[in-house]
């Protein structure tokens, strides 16, 4: 109780009395300790207490059942059919780095779909941290650089020219040794209720119109579509594919964490302000719940999702079992004090429920069931923070992500 008191005295000295909620949200010392689904209990009752057991027992069940029951599995398989290079340029940003345009294209069933991802990358270096992550408002808006192809204007006007590069410091990320890596998420599957064009129609049968109930939605065509980036990374010299770290924000969070969760190549995952759906628990939140998910975003999840709408009780998972799946690689859980809709508190409990399949490796992940204070990170392979402010990610949010990519993904 007076670790909490304390927390949210001192953090008034920075948030306004229009944020009461917001507050309420992270501190507030009525929220007991969740009962949760648990993690390290297989379906046939045995108690998991060694990490091969959790690889060849545990995980596999729990991969199986948020395919069947949240995300959606993938109905089949598609290859890339074709990687074009459309831009190369090894002395970019002023010789500082080398910047990089690649096409991947998918043909299957006579549909195709193709998407293009841009890569900044540092000069000479030959093995370091890649960050991989969707931008919101087309490749062109993450930096000034006048040779960034637009994207595809899928959903209205493209974003202007570097419009978005305060959530994207590519000088930074360079100049720290590590490189970037963003896509077009509308190239994949569009971020609305319409499953009539993008990745699905590649694997529709005869009069398919739409995903069955336990098939993909859009946060799994997503996170899809960054194994399918992953894919083309392994494969370019000037990248360590082994040093791929799957990061996203808010809706795009949620992707990167099913992708990270689903897909052990990547080396690493963040996730930033990811909320329900992301690394939020479900059982106990405040702000957006599964039925607001299911309501405005049908789309992101799989159909037999939403029998779960007002009903977080009967879930047989929660989030903390997303998280784990990536253990024992690295993963950062962020958000801010203003994201009540994220619900930061929750966020936090999913690391702190998910740590006991860590120390099944021997990694110390969030040791107690306690808030940390604004502004001051948990860091490890497991790590944390609550920045001060609104629902974003921003340079106080990456260089906590470059500093645990550097320190951590070995």
Known sequence: ?????????????????????????????????????????????????????????????????????????????????????????????????IRKQVVLSFEKNGRSVSFEILLYLPKGKKSYPTFLSYNFGGNQSINSDTNIHYSKPWNGQPANRGANAVNWPVEKIIESGCG?????????????????????????????????????????????????????????????????????????????????????????????????????????????????????????????????????????????????LVAPRPIYVASATEDAWADPHNEFLSTYYASSVYQLFGINGIQKPEVPKFEQPITGMVSHHIRIGKHDILEYDWNNYIRFALENIK
């Open 180 to 324: 970037v890596v963003t896509l077009n998420n509308w190239d994949i599957a569009f971020d609305r209720n319409d499953f009539s064009v993008g990745v699905y129609t590649l694997l529709y049968k005869d009069q398919q119109a739409k995903p069955a109930p336990d098939e993909w939605g859009s946060l799994a065509a997503w996170a899809w579509g960054l194994s399918r980036a992953l894919d083309y990374l392994k494969t370019d010299k000037d990248v360590d594919g082994n040093k791929v770290i799957a990061l996203g924000h808010s809706r795009l969070g949620k992707a990167s964490l099913w992708a990270g969760a689903h897909d052990q190549r990547f080396a690493g995952v963040i996730s930033s302000g990811s909320g329900c759906g992301g690394a939020s628990m479900h059982i106990g939140k405040i702000g957006e719940k599964i039925a607001n998910i299911n309501k405005r975003f049908p789309q992101w999840t799989c159909e037999n999702f939403k029998k779960y709408s007002n009903k977080e009780d009967s879930l047989p998972f929660d989030q903390h079992f997303v998280l784990a």
């Open 1 to 97: 109780m007076n670790y909490f008191i304390s927390m949210l005295i001192g953090s008034l000295l920075f948030i306004n009395t229009n944020n009461a909620q917001s507050i309420r949200a992270i501190s507030d010392s009525f929220r007991p300790l969740l009962k949760v689904p648990e993690l390290l209990v297989s379906n046939n009752g045995t108690t998991i207490k060694t990490k091969k057991q959790w690889n060849t027992i545990r995980r596999p069940e729990i991969v199986s059942l948020l395919e069947q029951e949240e995300y959606g599995k993938i109905p089949g398989e598609i290859k890339v059919s074709k990687v074009t290079i459309t831009d190369e340029d090894r002395n970019a940003l002023n010789g500082r780095a």
